[in-house]
């Protein structure tokens, strides 16, 4: 599975900024996707996923009400809507997919395929 991000860039606080990520798989239909983010200086973190069935899951105290995972299938692309940025939200994001079918939260430390990554910068 090969994963391609786009979308990132410098957006305002209170701003909005859609990412999208395309896989190249046979299987789309079959994959968890997700997002993760890393902020400099600070670790690797879970921000949404969503399996193969459109069940999604957030990380609720950072992103949950403000950021939207979805998918779509025909297009083999993953999206993740961002509204009301802060700047705490700047990182680089990472588009994630998982072949193994486990529960959402068992992805929470990570997927097995991941793409190259996008910056992403709130300015306050």
């Known amino acids: 599975v090969q994963l391609q991000a786009y979308g990132g860039g410098l957006v305002q606080a209170g701003g909005s900024m859609r990412l999208s990520c395309v896989a190249t798989?046979?299987?789309?239909?079959?994959?968890?996707m997700g997002w993760f983010r890393q902020a400099p200086g600070k670790e690797r973190e879970f921000v949404a996923a969503?399996?193969?069935?459109?069940?999604?899951?957030y990380d609720v105290d950072s992103v949950k009400g403000r950021f939207t995972i979805s998918k779509d299938i025909p297009k083999n692309a993953v999206y993740l809507q961002m509204n009301s940025l802060k700047p705490e939200d700047t990182a680089v994001y990472y588009c994630?997919?998982?072949?193994?079918?486990?529960?959402?939260?068992?992805?929470?430390?990570?997927?097995?395929?991941w793409g190259q990554g996008t910056q992403v910068t709130v300015s306050s």
């Open positions: 994630t997919a998982d072949s193994r079918g486990l529960a959402l939260r068992a992805y929470y430390y990570g997927m097995n395929y």
């Open positions: 798989s046979r299987a789309f239909d079959r994959l968890d």
């Open positions: 969503i399996n193969w069935s459109g069940a999604a899951s």
